[in-house]
């Protein structure tokens, strides 16, 4: 029996280490991960380079106060500004703490210019904002909130709704947060489109835009950020799972605008940006930036989709649809979606649940081409054996 509180349904499978894309289980089975933590290990496991980075800083200083300069913390957020709209960076620890964070600036903005009431904002009925106490509110799941009594200042609307959108805006929304590519709700892509007209509505009803890249952010989708190529520029973005490759960092980027509210005392976090942190984001950040890197991923994943087409083309009773951008994919089944978990894990293979009867996949963003041959065989071979 497990001391561990039981919210988690947890498969009976445990594993001693991890290679790149594959796991080996305690009970001696390789499988190709097609999890990596949930988007998490953007670089497989246990990559040389960030065991290198980890290993090195430990011998020098894990953790001081942010009472003090942290020069790797400042060195990762300079990175980023250079890269991205961002004007400056707040470190956290985890997505649903840079969810947190965005919120908090986007209502602080306005209290700092004399608008105290601009508190609402405005989300995406059903979609993930992370499991704290405001995130579940802001995600208006029925199913995170139940029991957890409430917490106000949010409103919703449904994906795709456009007129429900501009009817839940009132003169006291400060914000609209959306995740660009919803994850935990079935890999659902806001197309470019949408985003400018997101960003065109903001401006002019004086609301700001925050884009949550928790999932579909740091070269997930193909770019660094799954908005670039609709060129909109967001107020506020919260990061977190991929900038770490594995050790927990969360991070809410703003511009210029919103950054002027939060002065010393606004917020704070004890282990945010620490120095061991700080030198596994540096070192991502490095190597995902790179554009040979994200070219490699966007031909990964039409690679991926095209083959993946090519499957459920071939078994349309099974496979309703393929989704997704970059390596952040989904396949929307019409049969059992536990059950085809179970035997694409049966044969190998890891792969995660989402909404919408959506069995996610999520490779590493240095997958090789050999690895996806061999999980698009045994995504094959289900499909077959359930026929
Ligand atoms: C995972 C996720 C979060 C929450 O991240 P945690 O690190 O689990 O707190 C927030 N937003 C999105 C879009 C996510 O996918």
């Not at 790149?20 to 990596?36: A, E, I, P």
Request: glycine content about 10%; charged content about 25%.
């Amino acid at each position: 029996m497990s001391a561990l509180a039981k919210n988690y349904n947890r498969k009976n499978i445990s594993f001693k280490k991890g290679k790149g894309s594959f796991l080996y289980s305690t009970n001696g089975k390789k499988y190709l991960d097609f999890v990596q933590g949930i988007a998490v290990n953007c670089l497989g496991h246990s990559n040389p380079e960030l065991v290198k980075a980890i290993n090195d800083q430990s011998k020098k200083v894990w953790h001081v106060s942010n009472a003090f300069r942290i020069p790797e913390g400042e060195k990762l957020a300079k990175k980023i500004v250079k890269k991205t709209f961002a004007n400056s960076v707040i470190f956290q620890n985890s997505g649903a703490e840079a969810t947190e964070v965005a919120i908090k600036v986007a209502r602080r903005y306005f209290y700092s210019i004399g608008k105290p009431k601009k508190t609402r904002i405005l989300c995406i009925k059903n979609s993930f904002h992370g499991r704290t106490l405001a995130a579940i509110f802001a995600s208006g799941s029925k199913k995170m909130t139940e029991g957890f009594g409430n917490v106000g200042g949010f409103d919703h609307f449904a994906f795709g709704d456009h007129n429900s959108l501009k009817k839940k805006i009132t003169k006291n929304t400060a914000a609209i947060m959306v995740e660009t590519i919803m994850g935990e709700g079935g890999i659902k892509v806001i197309p470019d489109w949408c985003l400018k007209d997101l960003r065109k509505l903001c401006d002019k009803k004086n609301i700001l835009l925050i884009l949550d890249e928790v999932q579909c952010g740091i070269g997930r989708s193909g770019d660094f950020f799954a908005f670039e190529r609709s060129k909109v520029k967001p107020d506020i973005v919260p990061i977190a799972k991929g900038i770490g490759g594995g050790f927990p960092i969360g991070a809410v980027l703003m511009n210029k605008k919103v950054s002027s509210g939060m002065v010393p005392g606004t917020h704070g976090s004890t282990f945010g940006g620490n120095p061991l942190a700080m030198s596994v984001g540096n070192k991502v950040i490095d190597i995902i930036t790179n554009k040979k890197f994200l070219n490699n991923v966007k031909s990964l994943s039409k690679y991926f989709l095209l083959n993946l087409q090519k499957i459920k083309d071939k078994y349309p009773n099974i496979i309703k649809q393929i989704r997704g951008k970059g390596l952040l994919i989904g396949i929307q089944l019409y049969t059992d979606q536990s059950f085809f978990i179970k035997k694409l894990m049966e044969n190998r293979l890891l792969t995660i649940r989402a909404s919408e009867n959506v069995v996610r996949i999520l490779p590493p963003l240095n997958v090789k081409k050999t690895e996806i041959d061999l999980a698009l065989k045994i995504i094959n071979k289900v499909c077959k054996d359930i026929k």
